[in-house]
């Protein structure tokens, strides 16, 4: 039972415009989703959060958005660049309990 | 700052034996240190949670005699895969909190365990 899924696995983007990753819940009782970006050979780190409160937050080049009623969240890098290219997990917690993953999508920025 | 290692990055074991992968905290103190576990093609799967000096929580599925972990320290975790077989074969990835909010999660690079 997959409750945070990342339909699309790979995705590639000129440097210079948006990336926009997406991600699709099932679990109503989440109330705070994250972002994380894995390069290889690396652990995954923090990018960026959103409560379920909030329908945006943003944080330099990268922007979460989250639409509740469609259970469904997505993170804009604008503009892309090459050191963006790496796979990013999204996440989400229901009362502050364990992480639930995505599969990931791999972003590749090229020039 | 905040440097979560996991030793070894990679380990080719035959099936029936045990093999143990460290976390270990570099620059921080980490009172709960979480295992996953990832599949190709997967996403990452909580196996369980060890608060430092107490049991690990096992997720629901995962055999606690079969994966043992130990959180002795503030510092350092270990995941024990005990009678090893094929199906274990998988990426284990280890994270820590240092008493922070929950998703404050800091990931080590991960070990890459294969059963033969």
């Known amino acids: 039972d997959q409750q945070v899924k990342q339909n699309s696995p790979s995705l590639s983007v000129q440097e210079g415009r948006i990336s926009i990753l997406n991600c699709d819940y099932t679990?109503?009782?989440?109330?705070?989703f994250l972002w994380y970006k894995k390069y290889p050979a690396e652990g995954p780190t923090f990018l960026i959060s959103?409560?379920?409160?909030?329908d945006k937050n943003e944080d330099g080049r990268f922007t979460v958005f989250l639409n509740k009623s469609a259970k469904h969240l997505s993170l804009h890098i604008v503009p892309s660049q090459p050191g963006d290219s790496a796979v990013y997990f999204c996440a989400a917690s229901a009362f502050a309990d364990k992480l639930i993953f995505g599969t990931g999508t791999r972003l590749q920025v090229f020039p | 700052g905040a440097v979560v290692s996991q030793h070894p990055s990679w380990v080719i074991c035959k099936s029936g034996t045990s093999v143990k992968i460290e976390c270990r905290s570099l620059?921080?103190?980490?009172?709960?240190m979480f295992w996953y576990r990832q599949f190709p093609k997967q996403s990452l799967m909580l196996m369980a949670t060890s608060n430092e000096g107490s049991k690990a929580t096992y997720e629901q599925g995962v055999e606690k005699d079969k994966f043992l972990i130990n959180h002795a320290s503030l510092t350092l975790s270990t995941l024990t895969v005990t009678s090893a077989h094929p199906e274990d074969s998988s990426f284990y990835i280890c994270s820590a909190t240092g008493g922070g909010e929950f998703y404050e999660q800091y990931f080590g690079p991960g070990t890459r365990l294969t059963v033969t």
């Open positions: 679990n109503s009782m989440f109330d705070y």
């Open positions: 620059d921080f103190q980490a009172t709960t």
């Open positions: 959103i409560s379920s409160i909030k």
